[in-house]
Every structure is written in C-alpha cells, then in structure tokens.
C-alpha cells in the first residue's frame, strides 16, 4: 500500500535576491577587471578568462588547447609542479586550468591575507609555462588514455560524434566538446606547437579578469595592475575562430555507431537552433522545463516512469556564445531503442502543436524558477561564475536580479509561442550508440534514412 503524501505546507513571501554590486577597473595594458564584492569568508577567487575554449583548438591539431591547458599547472620557467603545489599548500592558495566550448580559464582561490603571493603565482602559471618535454610526455600519455576511455563508453562516443554531426568539421563547435581531441594530432604535438597555442590565445588582449573577494576593489586593482600591468602581447597575431564556417543543412536522419554487445542504446538528439547564447533564452528555457529538462519533464515521466525504458533522461537548450544547440540524451533498454525514438518524436510534435503548456506546468515551473534564485548566490563560487556567464553571453549586471518577475510574469501562451517559434524537432538528427545487430532493424522501421559510422 502506499501512505498518502502530507500536503505540501505554504510557501511563505520569498526572500528578495540580493545580488552583489558589480564593479569594474582596468589595467594598464587594456585588460578589463570585473568584481563583485564577498562579505562571507575572507577568501578572494580570482578567474583569468580567455577568449579560446574548445573552439579554439585547430582544425587539423585537435586536443591542442587540452595539453597546453593542463601543462600550466605542470610548470613554469622557475618552478616544476612539486614546486607548485607546495607553494599552493603553504598558502592556502589553490589554481585550476580549464575550459569549456568558447572560454579558457585559469582560476585562483585564495586566502584573502595571502592574496598578494597568490597572485604571483597564478601570473607565473598564465604567464611563463615551461612545457618540459617530460611534462609533455607525461600529459600526452594521460591524454592518449583518456581518449581511448571516452572512445569506449557510450557516452564518450556519441559526444565525439554529435557536435561534428551538427556543425560539420569545419566549424569551431564541430568537434569533440570535452577537447581531448584526436589520438594522431595529440601524438604527434610537440613543444612548438603548445608555445604556439599559447602565444596566439592566452594573452592579455584576449582576456577578462574576474574577481569576488572580502577585500574592497580599489585595494584590489593596485595587486592586479603589479602582476599584469605590464603584461604585453606577444608580437605574433591573436587567434581567430572561423564561425563563418557553413554549418550544413539539418539533414534528418540516425547516425548508427556500433557498440557490439552494449546491453543499453544511448540515444542522443541534436539540432542547431536559430539562436545564440546572448539571445534572451528565458522563456525558451522555461518552456523545456516542461518538455525536456528536469525529472518532471514530458519526456522523462513518459520514457522512464511510465514505461520504464530508462533510468532518465532529458533534453535541454545547450548555450554557447554563438550557433546554441538542443540536445536530448536518453540511454535507453537496447530492445527499446526505435521505440523511444517514436515516443521522443511523437512527444515533441504534441507539445509543439495541441499539447502546449498546461497551466498547472506553467506555475511549477515559475514557482521552481523564483524560489531557487535567493539560495543560487549563496557562495562566492556563485557569484563569480555569474559574473563569467553575464559577459560571456553579453548580459547586463542586474541581469540575475531581472529574472524574479520575468518569470513571475510570465505566461503559458509566452512560453508556448516561443518553443514553437525555436524548436523544430522534424530537423532533428539522431545519434544512437549501441549494437547495431539489435537496434539497427528497429531503426530503419522508423522509416528514417540510417547510417552507420565507425567511432570517432
């Protein structure tokens, strides 16, 4: 038998969110500093952003920018990366490369009353890279193993495969967005290459610096102007990304990539939408909430709770700072795999056409929506990375403190105008891996044109 859930007690007046004044400075050299004021602990975090990312690896060398990335922290001209992580520990201090599709960061935390010999270690890190050929031995073996690692898993195979599905080998988003790259281009790197990258890409006209800290700006901007002031372009040109590259015409069909034995289908959709990531996406979003994202999406209560083909799955607008794709991601029973695909096909149709919005949707996903944001900025983790993703999608700085009665005023027609108006699933193109020996006839059932690739 199952006990009668307690009725959900009354959500009292929520909490006005409070967002962080944003202040800026610049540096001598040109590079813009973004801050917002931290009262919690006295710690500083400090994010050097550059304009490169995934997209900025080359065509013909993909898995550069990863090496060159995770060889910062492997040494510089003066210190190795046991030197490093000492210096780390005694200060309390911790630095991080990474990256996603269109930025390269290198990150710092810091105790704020160790500020000051942080910051002459994270401007060592960015600025002076050793790239010791034993250090590049070691990285590109790692590489190499993680690429033969994400090569064998469903869901490293269908993520190589998508993004060139979709945007075609020419384009900056057309490859592998967890940016290990290609096994023949990351052996044959060599140290000129990844001096080369970093010339071209991790320079002061090519960066933004952003930082939350307990300590006032104006203390601040005298710290940063010292380390990177004087920091000068390299004379050779800065980097370019080619988002002129034709993206190829959606061309509705299965890309099949055989994973014999799999006892489970990955299922990945995808479709390049009409609009970029500095396009106003708030409404889109709400609107997938009831469809693609989040357990209580369409998709998923059909798909998973009442057939019971999946332990979940969802679709979900994907912003990048250009060309955004929706991807749907739905690993489903192998025996399963046409079907699902009927159901994904056939639920985005409704919704798109009589099954719009109901209003009962449309209250839990603005309630939801509303009720999260005065517990979204809680940590100085937060705030930073709001203040990464405002000028990375060109956002005013009030912009989270907006989206309360955005979403409050909101309506279920609004949302249901503007899915229709973006998302076209008739042009959607399907990524399945699994065993084709299986899956491939309940494909072709489906009446859709199949083809069958080799792994990436």
Do not use: C
């Amino acid at each position: 038998p199952v006990t009668p859930r307690e009725p959900m007690p009354p959500v009292g007046p929520m909490k006005a969110l409070d967002f962080p004044d944003v202040e800026r400075a610049r540096l001598s050299n040109g590079m813009e500093v973004i801050y917002a004021r931290s009262t919690t602990v006295p710690v500083t975090r400090v994010a050097v952003e550059f304009d490169a990312g995934v997209a900025a690896d080359p065509a013909d060398a993909p898995g550069t920018q990863r090496m060159m990335l995770d060889l910062l922290t492997e040494g510089t001209t003066s210190k190795t990366a046991v030197k490093i992580a000492e210096e780390e520990e005694r200060l309390g201090a911790n630095i991080g490369a990474f990256a996603n599709v269109d930025r390269t960061t290198v990150g710092l935390t810091a105790v704020s009353a160790n500020l000051e010999p942080s910051l002459d270690l994270l401007a060592d890190v960015i600025r002076n890279p050793a790239f010791r050929p034993a250090d590049i031995e070691r990285r590109r073996n790692q590489q190499l193993a993680s690429i033969a690692q994400e090569k064998s898993s469903p869901n490293g195979m269908g993520a190589r495969a998508l993004p060139v599905v979709l945007y075609g080998p020419d384009h900056p988003y057309g490859r592998a967005w967890s940016g290990l790259g290609a096994a023949e281009a990351v052996q044959a790197l060599d140290r000129e290459d990844l001096t080369g990258f970093h010339q071209r890409w991790i320079r002061p006209d090519n960066a933004q610096l952003f930082i939350v800290s307990d300590r006032p700006l104006a203390e601040l901007t005298p710290l940063l102007e010292a380390r990177f002031g004087a920091w000068a372009p390299p004379a050779v040109a800065k980097g370019t990304k080619a988002f002129d590259a034709p993206i190829p015409a959606p061309r509705p069909r299965i890309v099949l990539i055989d994973r014999p034995q799999s006892p489970q289908s990955l299922i990945m959709g995808g479709l390049v939408l009409p609009v970029t990531g500095r396009d106003d996406l708030v409404t889109l979003n709400a609107a997938n909430e009831v469809i693609g994202a989040g357990f209580l999406s369409r998709i998923n209560q059909d798909i998973r709770e009442t057939r019971g083909w999946s332990y979940g799955l969802g679709g979900r607008v994907n912003p990048l700072e250009r060309q955004t794709p929706y991807i749907v991601n739905a690993p489903v029973q192998s025996d399963r795999t046409g079907e699902s695909i009927a159901v994904l096909i056939d639920q985005y149709r409704a919704f798109l056409s009589d099954r719009g919005v109901t209003d009962a949707e449309r209250e839990r996903t603005v309630n939801g929506n509303v009720r999260q944001l005065p517990g979204s900025f809680e940590s100085s983790a937060n705030v930073l990375n709001a203040l990464r993703t405002n000028a990375l999608y060109d956002r005013p700085d009030d912009y989270w403190e907006t989206l309360a009665p955005r979403y409050e005023s909101m309506t279920a027609a609004q949302m249901d105008a503007e899915a229709r108006r973006v998302l076209n699933p008739a042009g959607m193109i399907w990524v399945v891996v699994g065993d084709a020996s299986v899956v491939r006839p309940q494909l072709e059932a489906l009446g859709m044109e199949v083809e069958v690739r080799a792994p990436q």
